[in-house]
């Protein structure tokens, strides 16, 4: 079966009848988002505890029947084709794969369309039609009201990722008197070409840090770049040529595409391995050093940088 994954956010489909979950796409925040309501809506029932693995054949088929049921969760489809996914003996626990587009899982998003107790949910960037229908849940679960043309600005000038645009609906729930002047000045700042600052890799550090000073001014922003890094990285990371990483590259970085070619031809497996440690040990410092996270944003990015043209 598949499902929109906005119907599971804006609650319109509650029914978590499945067994096995895949949440794909290329949204990394979506996927997030639509990974973290399917794991807490079972543990919320009191019955379920997470286990990550990272393949099916890790799991004791006989630990439901003595422990609480689980909710197995996998980063990645390696390993796992429709004969594993088949041959479960499931004994009431919860499969919940998380894997970006690629060749790969093609087949086995086929096979999650088709069978009964697998679920696909496929996470892209918003369209002005998502954000529509988001903004108008948010506006009816906080009971406020924005005129029509305040409305239409949202959905027409809003960031098309959904933790941005879910930021910018956490701004809007704590103003008072929301008028188009207000949710101008909120969504130019948070449209500061943030993300630019990764293409500035191979420029002087003191440049580097004079423009990451002036961009990163608070949290909001330090997530929306390094999120935004992240997904850079991760393309990087995951493609294995340069044909297929020229093809890959999104349309609205056309002015950037040559300096992203350089980088991608400066990095060689070390590196790819390198990178994913950094990613790993920034994205742990955010998360736990609130006070400190424009210091840690900084010292990634020199860190990246230090990596990538060595």
Known sequence: M?????????????????????????????????????????????????ERKTNLKDIDQDSSLFFENKIYLFDSVNNIDKNSILNIDNQNSIYVFV????????????????????????????????????????????????????????????????????????????????????????????????????????????NIIINYNKKIEDVTSLNKFFFSIKNYCDLIIKTKNLSEFENQIPRYLFREKDVFIKIFKKIDNNKKNNILDLLYKTEKSIRKLESFKQIIGLRFLLNLKRIIVS
């Open 99 to 206: 894997s970006e587009n690629s060749p790969k899982n093609k087949s086995l998003k086929n096979l999650f369309t088709k069978e009964k107790n697998c679920c696909l949910l496929d996470c892209y960037e918003l369209s002005k039609t998502d954000k529509s229908r988001l903004l108008k849940f948010f506006l009816n679960e906080v009971s406020k009201k924005i005129s029509e043309d305040v409305f239409w600005f949202i959905v027409d000038k809003a960031d098309n990722r959904f933790i941005f645009f879910n930021q910018l609906l956490d701004k809007i729930q704590i103003i008072e008197d929301i008028t188009l002047n207000v949710v101008k000045k909120i969504i130019l700042q948070d449209t500061q070409n943030i993300d630019k600052i990764f293409f500035d890799i191979f420029d002087k550090n003191e």
């Open 2 to 50: 598949k499902i929109n994954p906005l119907d599971i956010i804006t609650k319109a489909n509650k029914n978590f009848e499945y067994d096995f979950y895949l949440i794909s796409g290329n949204e990394i925040t979506l996927m997030e988002k639509i990974k973290e309501i399917i794991i807490n809506n079972f543990k919320n029932t009191g019955k379920y505890i997470v």
